[in-house]
């Protein structure tokens, strides 16, 4: 009786045991197929995703593929200026390229908001969607009170001058050049700021300033004008254009005084040649290699200075468009020449005090980061 006991005993922990196993089992068969399931959805919505970010990219390379001159547009209404009377700011348009609308995450937004979408792929769609009509100017028109007229202008302007990719490119052919369309050399977004039109041809040009002694020299980045960073830098910040933030700021860094490089007037007149050329003008030294061609006076003027102090020739060349000719020089500066009493002077003319004044108040600026002497403005800017 006992044995018979014992061994039902045995069967009942048996089947218990055998039950537990078939349970686990099932579980873990259970638990597979979720797994799979959720990992068949989280591939389903990562190729979604790829497919919708391709589609995106896709667009706006069809957009911007050709450069911003082609590009289509977004109209932004801005404030002139934000005032402090209180009374109703005057506004003005720009018309903003897509593709910098997508570079820019608040501008982005701003229209994500105007259009009622949420993400890129519905933004694209409704943007193609207006665009395909067949009225001549439809477009979005986007109100930015938070933005103001010159800010979204320099950004706009900084745009199309900057290389494709924002890479230094290969350098232009004289073929490519001629068949460059006027509007992509000059940007149709300069209409607004007549001012802005006499540097916008300087600011685009893009070259490679070489070292000296292993060391670097500065080299403004292709398509700032180191004569507005400060609205620049607003502007990427109000726009959220982290990239272009990142390059004003180190540019702002590298033209400190503490951090400008000195170079040696022995390695300065080395620079004389026409593919390399340096001037020194009243102890700064400017890389005017790629302006040799577009100089009004001529190439030969600036070469037959280079290896000497340029200051005196500066003055007696540029008397009546001095101004607009010294905002132009600040964008080839490279560095500060250590030992610039040791040159020959170009021409034994002194300099007279008022030009040595509005000189160094608008070159000096540079680095002060004062706008309006750096670009004349203080001075009174001959247009």
Request: net charge negative.
């Amino acid at each position: 009786m006992a044995q018979a006991h014992q061994n039902l005993l045995l069967d009942e922990m048996f089947a218990h045991t055998q039950w537990s196993r078939d349970r686990r089992a099932r579980a873990a068969v259970g638990v597979g197929t979720a797994l799979t399931t959720v990992g068949l959805a989280a591939l389903i919505v990562t190729r979604l995703r790829r497919r919708g970010r391709s589609t995106v990219d896709d667009q706006l390379e069809c957009w911007c593929g050709r450069g911003p001159a082609r590009e289509p547009v977004v109209t932004c209404e801005v404030p002139v200026s934000h005032g402090l009377d209180g009374a109703a700011p005057e506004m003005d348009a720009v018309e903003v390229p897509v593709g910098l609308m997508f570079e820019c995450t608040r501008l982005k937004s701003a229209l994500m908001e105007h259009l009622k979408v949420t993400d890129d792929d519905s933004l694209v769609k409704a943007l193609k969607a207006t665009w395909e009509t067949d009225e001549e100017e439809a477009g979005p028109t986007l109100n930015l009170p938070w933005m103001d007229l010159s800010a979204l202008a320099q950004v706009t302007y900084w745009y199309d001058r900057r290389p494709q990719g924002m890479e230094e490119p290969p350098p232009e052919t004289e073929d490519d050049s001629e068949s460059r369309p006027v509007a992509s050399k000059f940007g149709r977004w300069t209409k607004k700021i007549s001012r802005e039109k006499v540097i916008y041809g300087t600011v685009a040009l893009r070259y490679r300033s070489r070292g000296h002694l292993g060391a670097q020299v500065f080299r403004r980045p292709a398509g700032i004008d180191v004569t507005r960073l400060m609205t620049l830098q607003r502007a990427a910040s109000l726009s959220g254009h982290d990239g272009l933030l990142e390059i004003v700021e180190a540019t702002i860094h590298q033209l400190r005084p503490t951090n400008i490089a000195r170079i040696p007037w022995s390695e300065v007149k080395k620079h004389v040649n026409q593919d390399d050329l340096w001037l020194m003008i009243d102890g700064k030294v400017y890389d005017v290699t790629p302006f040799l061609n577009l100089h009004p006076g001529g190439g030969q003027l600036i070469v037959d200075a280079a290896g000497k102090d340029a200051t005196s020739a500066f003055e007696r060349t540029h008397g009546e468009g001095l101004r607009y000719s010294l905002r132009l020089l600040n964008q080839f500066f490279i560095g500060e020449c250590v030992g610039a009493e040791e040159a020959e002077p170009a021409e034994e003319t002194q300099c007279s005090q008022e030009f040595l004044d509005t000189l160094r108040s608008i070159t000096g600026a540079l680095h002060t980061f004062d706008e309006k002497s750096a670009t004349g403005e203080a001075q009174g800017l001959i247009r």
